[in-house]
């Protein structure tokens, strides 16, 4: 069959009978739904007889709202501007698997570690970094993304895109090769500033200053597949998204096509401007699913201006375990909404333990900035230069108290603490049983391994409402509603305790390989 042009609107030689002429009323009726679905109404003219129709007030009403519709709009003029600012990035590295030989895992990253179990999940199905494979014996090769942020050479990409290479060559847009330094990279934000030299005069990008809202488009360049000067389009799907990579998760989640070897390049907003560092993709296949996570501008430049002054990151620092506030947390501790930060436990000699903040304690806002969860609480203070003072609000057994500290600076390898398992908790008794929890306990200091404080965990009915929190043999029982326990006695006291106070749930501080928590436990009734 031949496709040829028709026209549905075009009228037929011959004069139909008069009552099936459309009526102006109905012309109107129909030309509005088309002007509202955007179709373009073609074949309507004088030649096409009829022609006091479309002289009449009711054609030209139709005319007018259809010229209203928007058109569809390219975005060819924004991507001939900020093109020339994007560059491919590809790097030599010593293959660190040669370092082991009996580890057969293509990732460069350590097993285990953060960035090998973020790539593992988010970059590619065997953990490397998207855009790097191994080619031949001993050396690896990657290639990712970037783009210029000045003219005098410097320019951003991802931190697993130049981590640890020996070498490091640029790519420009219009074909030009050139050799650039790592100036400095930070992990924790997956950010890195690179130097290239042998130009001064280089096409840049800027950072947008505003958040982007869910639904503005965005615009993807990059180095897909070593496919330079790829561009794709989308829009903003989601803010505030949290992936697993650590406590600063705090990324854009776009659907423009993001495959591997976009990693380190600029998500453009329609300004043309950065509104973002693509960084990883959710990818079952490998491939683009529509679901891509970019580095918030703000955030990029917080860490660039550090990397270019002097090479590191340095974050604020106040020693706490912090974990969510959840609806049944907030109702053991009577606070009206689950939001804020909660200490599982101050570090010891760190400055909220210095300045007085205690387990248990809630931290709703930082200098006057409400806190929505743990994590902002990370981000915020992980913001803030160490050594500025800082006022905290914080809810301490109720009372909403101010506490004032100075920001320490966050080691950059926190000191591990022992996990002494279960194998050396033998011996002594086999704890006394707390029925209406389902798990048995014991004073700490009569079981070997754990510890002086608390009553340790010696069995949990599987079917329990312990076990549905998480308790399991061998997790120590420090707190129980707000009371030190030391004995299986004490953990009857606290419940029934909070049961005469109309409690639903009661708060225990738990420690479990050597990390406390908060775990709501629900009260049963009678």
Do not use: C
Request: neutral net charge; aromatic residues 6%; without cysteine.
């Amino acid at each position: 069959m031949t496709d040829r042009p028709t026209d549905n609107f075009s009228f037929p030689t011959h004069r139909p009978p008069r009552g099936s002429l459309l009526s102006a009323r109905k012309l109107a009726l129909m030309g509005s739904v088309l002007a509202g679905l955007g179709v373009g109404i073609y074949g309507f003219g004088p030649g096409h007889g009829s022609a006091d129709w479309f002289s009449s007030p009711a054609y030209a009403q139709v005319n007018n709202e259809v010229r209203k519709v928007a058109q569809p709009i390219g975005f060819a003029d924004i991507v001939e501007r900020v093109k020339p600012s994007v560059i491919s990035v590809k790097v030599n590295l010593s293959d660190k698997l040669a370092k082991d030989d009996n580890n057969n895992d293509d990732s460069p990253f350590q097993p285990g570690s953060p960035m090998e179990r973020f790539f593992r999940r988010f970059g590619a199905p065997d953990g490397m970094p998207p855009g790097m494979r191994p080619r031949g014996h001993g050396m690896v090769t990657g290639q990712g993304s970037g783009f210029f942020i000045s003219p005098d050479g410097f320019a951003v990409t991802n931190n697993h895109v130049v981590d640890g290479a020996d070498k490091v060559e640029v790519t420009t847009d219009d074909g030009k090769s050139y050799t650039a330094k790592v100036i400095g990279t930070d992990a924790r934000t997956d950010v890195a500033l690179i130097k290239v030299e042998g130009g001064s005069n280089f096409q840049f990008a800027k950072l947008a200053d505003g958040k982007p809202r869910i639904g503005d488009w965005v615009l993807a360049v990059g180095n897909p597949f070593g496919l330079g000067g790829t561009v794709t389009a989308g829009i903003v799907s989601a803010m505030g998204r949290d992936i697993g990579n650590g406590p600063y998760d705090d990324f854009i989640q776009i659907d423009a096509p993001v495959n591997k070897g976009n990693s380190g390049g600029p998500a453009f907003n329609a300004d043309g401007e950065v509104m973002g560092v693509n960084t990883a993709i959710y990818s079952p296949s490998g491939g683009s699913v529509g679901i891509a996570f970019s580095i918030p501008a703000s955030t990029v430049k917080n860490i660039v201006a550090q990397l270019k002054d002097k090479g590191s990151v340095s974050r604020g620092w106040i020693g706490v375990q912090i974990q969510p506030v959840t609806t049944e947390i907030a109702d053991s501790l009577g606070l009206k909404k689950a939001e804020g930060a909660l200490v599982a436990e101050p570090q010891a000699n760190g400055p909220a333990a210095k300045a007085g903040i205690e387990s248990g304690d809630v931290i709703t806002a930082v200098n006057g900035e409400a806190v929505k969860d743990a994590r902002e609480l990370a981000r915020t203070i992980g913001g803030i230069s160490p050594g500025t003072p800082v006022k905290l609000n914080v809810m301490h057994k109720g009372q909403d108290k101010v506490v004032n500290l100075t920001l320490g600076t966050l080691p950059n390898a926190m000191e591990a603490k022992a996990d002494t398992g279960n194998d050396d908790r033998g011996g002594g008794s086999r704890g006394t049983d707390v029925p209406k929890l389902g798990m048995t306990v014991a004073p700490a200091n009569s079981v070997a391994g754990a510890g002086k404080e608390g009553v340790v965990v010696t069995e949990v009915d599987p079917k329990s409402a312990a076990a549905e929190r998480g308790f399991k043999e061998g997790d120590v029982i420090l707190e129980v509603g707000g009371k030190t326990v030391a004995s299986a006695n004490d953990v009857r006291d606290a419940i029934s305790s909070a049961k005469n106070d109309n409690k639903n749930v009661v708060l225990m501080r738990v420690k479990s390989g050597g990390q406390s928590r908060f775990v709501a436990v629900p009260l049963a009734k009678g």
